[in-house]
């Protein structure tokens, strides 16, 4: 009886992602493209690539390539390593632009995508990635980023909470 509680704890640990523990070193983009001329960066190159590459608890290091699909581009400079779990580990935050529905701001961990805010809602719209931290004391991270810097200049602040993202509200007085 026992070793049958053993095994299924063992087997549960392996499809819940081997009891590996990932941390995220660095990411960087890839396949550099011109499918979206919005240029809002200076020049019509955009990525459809991300690297990331991850330190297992056995010391190997282990780099997962993610492919956007051709109706996407990340819309960046440079991936942004920030903790947003709050787990004192880095997550990868990066400008994801769908070429129909213009930006979001996307997460991605070890084993790929988390989440990602709505996008903007149409081509050739923008955002700019502020920070992320706890920036009203509950404990919980948030992200700030300026919508559409050039015409909205609107900060949006979400929240992060159990693989969701919300958008917060100030509470006042």
């Given amino acids: 009886m026992i070793w049958r509680a053993a095994w299924l704890v063992a087997t549960l640990v392996c499809l819940a992602g081997g009891g590996t523990a990932q941390t995220i070193q660095a990411a960087r983009f890839t396949d550099p493209t011109t499918r979206y001329g919005h240029g809002v960066l200076g020049d019509a190159v955009e990525y459809g690539?991300?690297?990331?590459?991850v330190l297992l608890s056995s010391g190997k290091r282990h780099t997962r390539s993610?492919?956007?699909p051709a109706s996407h581009?990340?819309?960046d400079i440079t991936p942004r390593l920030w903790d947003v779990t709050g787990d004192g580990l880095p997550e990868v935050v990066v400008i994801e632009?769908?070429?129909a529905r213009g930006a979001a701001l996307a997460i991605y961990g070890p084993n790929g995508k988390l989440a990602e805010?709505?996008?903007i809602g149409c081509t050739n719209r923008w955002l700019a990635p502020i920070g992320a931290a706890d920036l009203n004391g509950d404990g919980i991270i948030e992200i700030a980023y300026i919508d559409r810097p050039h015409l909205a200049k609107e900060l949006r602040v979400?929240?992060?909470v159990n693989g969701v993202?919300?958008?917060w509200r100030a509470r006042r007085g």
């Fill in 49 to 53: 690539g991300l690297q990331i590459t």
């Fill in 165 to 167: 993202f919300a958008h």
């Fill in 97 to 99: 632009t769908d070429v």
């Fill in 117 to 119: 805010t709505p996008h």
């Fill in 73 to 75: 581009v990340f819309e």
């Fill in 66 to 68: 993610i492919k956007l």
């Fill in 158 to 160: 979400w929240s992060f």
